[in-house]
């Protein structure tokens, strides 16, 4: 029998809906079963989304992962107790729900790092309480990195049988464009293939999105497939990386989620982020690569504007949590 994962899970800025989907998502029986999970966060403030939401689930108070029982029916919480309750509400951008957020990912961070878990499954947290908190990170991404010296992790997006991964993110489109380099696309190429590996797919093909209109007809319509992006494809296939296009951004996507690729390497951040939340918005789900250890993430904010209503959608957090467990398996040091 397979060994189920032990999976990490940061409940996110306790004023936000991060509480809330984790108690939702771990009171379906077919997501526990999926892997081991434990959440890191505040036990009181669990409680207060359990009642909320009306899930049938304890809590059970541990100190360390040894201590955790992972029975269905009960959620094993290291509770951090790193936020004033009395002062804490719902909705609000709070210095300590930010540094508190932080904290927790630290922890999730500790054990991956030192095998006490295995995988970690992120909820939302908020730009403008970990600013209030003095975090020198803007997200999840960032902090990851400066948390296990990793230079420049590789994100990918899954949803249903599409993965989409981002030469560029964080960025204006006109400084994404100055980024798309020959040598950047061989670079990401190698590393997208690398990261298919290590999650387990064989015969690995990937597809690069075109930037302008019809892959800019050779010139027609722009010059950075003929003078950048094709060049790219071309020094990553003669180091053996089965790589297509530039490939038209208006179909390329739908081909891959058809299977005619194992991935798409997206250009720019909105060209792949519109592609996969038109696919499926909640299932839309987050892998960060290149860590010592595997991330999921769900793709979605805080929604400061329903946390406490218990109306939030977990759907999002379920299939963060689920493909943390499949992927886990493959995401070992000899198959990277």
Sequence with gaps: MEKKAIIAIPMGDPAGIGPEITVKALAQKEVFEAGKPIVIGQADILEKAIEVTNVDVVLNRISNIQEASFEFGTI????????????????????????????YIQKAVEFAMDGSADVIATTPINKESLRAADVPHIGHTEMLASMTGTKDPLTMFEVRNLRIFFLTRHVSVKEAIDQMTKERVRDYLMRCDKALKRLGIE????????????????GL???????????????AKAEGIEAAGPVPADSVFHQALHGKYDAVLSLYHDQGHIAAKMTDFERTISVTNDLPFLRTSVDHGTAFDI????????????????LAAKYAPHFTADNS
């Design 307 to 322: 946390a406490g209503q218990g109306i939030a959608s977990s759907v999002s957090m379920e299939e963060c949590i689920k």
């Design 76 to 103: 094993d919480i290291l509770d951090l107790d790193n936020v004033d309750t009395k002062s804490w509400t719902y909705g609000e951008v709070q210095k300590q729900c930010g540094q508190a957020a932080y904290e």
């Design 203 to 218: 015969n690995r093909s990937i597809a690069v999105a075109g930037l302008n209109p019809h892959s800019g007809e050779n």
């Design 221 to 235: 319509f722009g010059m950075e497939e003929v003078d950048e992006i094709r060049p790219g494809i071309e020094q």
